[in-house]
């Protein structure tokens, strides 16, 4: 009978522990407690959770052995998931109360929800803050203003060109719309080369590469998207179908069977230099300026000859300390340490196509990203359109507006019903827009 | 409930000599002692995550505080204008992936299968045996990634962008994945046509039978009871499908959801999109759902349907 008891006790405990364990608590996770003092000569190890899986050796060889060499009571370790699945496995670890010490935060309605749930340090009143402007710190904010992520990087969204092809077709860069509808159709009817390196399939890059770039200076970047998210102007208005209006004029330019071209295959036509123009974020940077290509960028068009240019300017990453760290105290100092100049220089020359928040200016090495870098100066910025709060509920306003703009390419939806259907989802759960 | 599918082959009589002769009390301990540690592993890493999902669906947790709300997220599920038109869809597009999957992977797994048995291929047959089957064994984000290639309308073989128009993305994301898993079906019927006797093909032989007659009057008939086994196995498995379509089209697979499963609807749902907030609640009742489909159908199989299924003593 003894097998049978035990069995019958192991049953028992397992079940117990794993009740417990999924229980439905939302209760946030406050285990960890104060930092454990490190004994001398021991050196604390802090991991950093993050999504860029293709910097893990960025990290390893660079930035950390310079932080460790002026902290060497310090170790970091750097551990990325994959983009996709990065916000699943912070909950599911931070939910399960282990999980990094340095968490890489999401910015606006995702990281909203983590500093909810308590995942989070609160930053307030530590003297890192003050080399950031306030526009920089409001994504990871909560309603009250209170801070929980230092920010790292942003990421623009541009036009790269071929320099040679604008060349041998004799082109200038467009600075107005219609300019730019002139060149696209020069390019067309030389036949040569295809005008827009875009394709449809990931329609993520349609709303942030396309609609959310050239869009601005129709919305008047920062004015339409506060009225959106305060509820005094709606999707519908003439400011925004005119931007729609704008995204559907490339459709002639596209490459052939583009619905089902994927991003890769975007980079790889403009690389090849099979075409002449790839909308596309400062991330690229590196994937696109391949040797024997002579690249260029250029900013959105503006509406008139001489109008307000604006610029996307998106708060991609910062890092915040998480509430159930053992290790606050080092975690501190190392998120303190990547507000200076030294360690922002390192980060955004080693990683071209990200550019620093701080207030104080940072040189680029790489002459693509100080093109880019330059397309800031005089421009009005604002970051993409759906992503703050205005995605936070069913139908997500982010979600939809890649899927009506995809239906736009594809199956030649109109400005009007496009706008339509977004401000029907915004209106259905979002209440200033109610 | 009865899932311990019918009585050992040789005939009804065993069953109960069997079960008289193990279930007597000394033999019963030793059966409980043997099948408790398979039973702890089923009950904590399958019983027991399902049951909490269950328990899961029925609460609010989005307020911060767990609140027992009823049935209120199915309700939701179904009647929110958003969510149920994204879950019909869902569901609409998983009845097609799986018609696909019987209708051209099962055929094709017979017609592999019997020319596999057929005796033309002599000493051939287990190189195209390992080759037919080979592809089951890949990664489906390798299978993805290849077939993408081949079908690209900019470097591939075909013009048509197969993949980015609404009509033909998910019978070609069905395709692809019967071209992996085809060996399964086959590999079953193979199996099936190896155990028909030499002596009853003789026999048909000798009275006269043709290839093509002996095939179907007296082969087929000998291996049909598989094929229920393999609807069913069928069923499950792309109702529970998820992995082909993330790896080609993430979670939220397009064009305009056109390749949206039940799969992706709960990884979307549960664990949240780059747009999309994850909604622990909605998720889990999502999964029951899944669930509950494939529930209520593998027991009326079992229940109805395979005991009926005749099989010939021979």
Not at chain 2, 142 to 156: A, E, H, M, Q, Y
């Amino acid at each position: 009978m003894h097998a049978i008891r035990a069995s019958v006790a192991l049953v028992a405990a397992a079940a117990a522990v794993l009740t417990a364990a999924c229980a439905p608590s939302a209760t946030p996770v406050t285990t960890g407690g104060s930092a454990a003092p490190a004994a001398a000569g021991e050196k604390t190890v802090l991991t950093l959770g993050s999504w860029r899986t293709e910097d893990l050796a960025m990290w390893e060889d660079e930035i950390l052995p310079a932080f460790e060499k002026s902290h060497p009571n310090i170790s970091v370790k750097f551990a990325a998931t994959n983009t996709n699945e990065y916000n699943a496995a912070i909950q599911s670890q931070v939910d399960g109360g282990t999980g990094p010490d340095l968490i890489t935060c999401r910015p606006y309605d995702v990281n909203r929800s983590w500093i909810k749930k308590g995942y989070f340090e609160k930053l307030d009143g530590k003297p890192m803050l003050d080399s950031f402007e306030p526009l920089a710190l409001d994504p990871w904010s909560d309603d009250a203003g209170s801070r929980y992520c230092l920010p790292t990087a942003a990421v623009l969204a541009g036009f790269y060109y071929n320099k040679d092809i604008f060349a041998e077709l004799g082109l200038q860069v467009p600075t107005t719309q219609d300019e730019f509808l002139a060149v696209l159709k020069k390019i067309k009817d030389n036949g040569k080369y295809t005008p827009l390196a875009v394709g449809s399939s990931e329609s993520w890059q349609l709303a942030y590469n396309g609609l959310y770039s050239i869009g601005p200076v129709y919305w008047k970047g920062e004015e339409g998207r506060q009225g959106l998210i305060k509820g005094t102007k709606k999707v519908t208005d003439p400011d925004f179908q005119k931007a729609f209006d704008a995204f559907a004029a490339w459709k002639p330019y596209l490459p052939k069977g583009f619905e089902s071209l994927k991003y890769p295959d975007m980079t790889q036509l403009f690389t090849l230099g099979k075409a002449a123009i790839l909308p596309d974020g400062s991330w690229n940077i590196n994937q696109v300026a391949v040797d024997g290509l002579n690249v260029g960028v250029f900013g959105p068009p503006t509406d008139v000859p001489g109008g307000d240019r604006y610029l996307q300017e998106m708060p991609d990453m910062a890092i915040g300390i998480s509430a159930a760290s053992k290790n606050k105290a080092a975690a501190e100092e190392f998120l303190a340490w990547t507000a200076t100049p030294e360690f922002l220089e390192l980060y955004v020359n080693k990683l071209p196509g990200f550019f620093s928040m701080a207030k104080q200016p940072v040189t680029y090495t790489n002459a693509l990203a100080q093109s880019f870098a330059d397309l800031k100066n005089g421009a009005k910025l604002t970051p993409r359109l759906g992503l703050d709060r205005l995605s936070a509920g069913t139908p997500p306003f982010d979600d939809e507006v890649w899927r009506v703009l995809q239906l736009m390419l594809n199956e030649d939806l109109s400005t009007q019903k496009a706008t339509e259907e977004l401000q029907k989802g915004l209106a259905s759960w979002y209440t200033p827009q109610q | 409930m009865r899932t311990v599918p019918g009585p050992p082959p040789s005939g009804p009589g065993t069953l109960l000599r069997f079960e008289r002769h193990v279930l007597n009390r000394a033999h019963y301990r030793y059966f409980l002692a043997f099948t408790l540690p398979a039973l702890v592993v089923y009950v904590v890493f399958a019983a027991l995550p399902l049951v909490n999902s269950i328990w899961y669906s029925l609460y609010d947790t989005d307020s911060g505080v767990a609140r027992f709300v009823g049935l209120e997220n199915y309700v939701y599920l179904f009647t929110n204008p958003t969510t149920s038109e994204r879950f019909w869809n869902a569901l609409t597009n998983n009845l097609e992936f799986f018609a696909i999957h019987l209708l051209v992977e099962v055929p094709l797994g017979l017609l592999l299968a019997a020319l596999l048995t057929s005796g033309r291929l002599r000493r051939s047959t287990g190189l195209y045996r390992t080759l037919l089957f080979i592809p089951t064994t890949l990664s489906v984000v390798i299978v993805g990634f290849v077939w993408r290639l081949i079908i690209n309308p900019l470097w591939g073989l075909v013009d048509f962008p197969l993949l980015g128009d609404e009509r033909t993305a998910l019978p070609t994301i069905s395709l692809m994945s019967v071209w992996q898993y085809v060996g399964i079906p086959m590999i079953f019927l193979y199996a099936a046509l190896l155990a028909v006797p030499n002596d009853v093909l003789e026999a048909a032989r000798v009275e006269g039978s043709g290839a093509w007659s002996t095939f179907w009057r007296v082969k087929f008939p000998l291996i049909a009871p598989q094929f229920g086994l393999i609807a069913i196995l069928t069923y499950i498995w792309t109702f529970n499908g998820f992995d082909l379509v993330f790896a080609l089209n993430g979670s939220a697979p397009g064009p305009n959801y056109s390749t949206d499963i039940l799969g992706t609807l709960f990884y979307r749902t549960f664990f949240g999109s780059s747009g999309q907030l994850s909604d622990l609640d909605l998720g889990a009742t999502v999964a029951s759902v899944i669930f509950l489909i494939i529930l209520i159908v593998t027991a009326a199989y079992f229940g109805l349907l395979h005991r009926r299924l005749r099989s010939y003593e021979l």
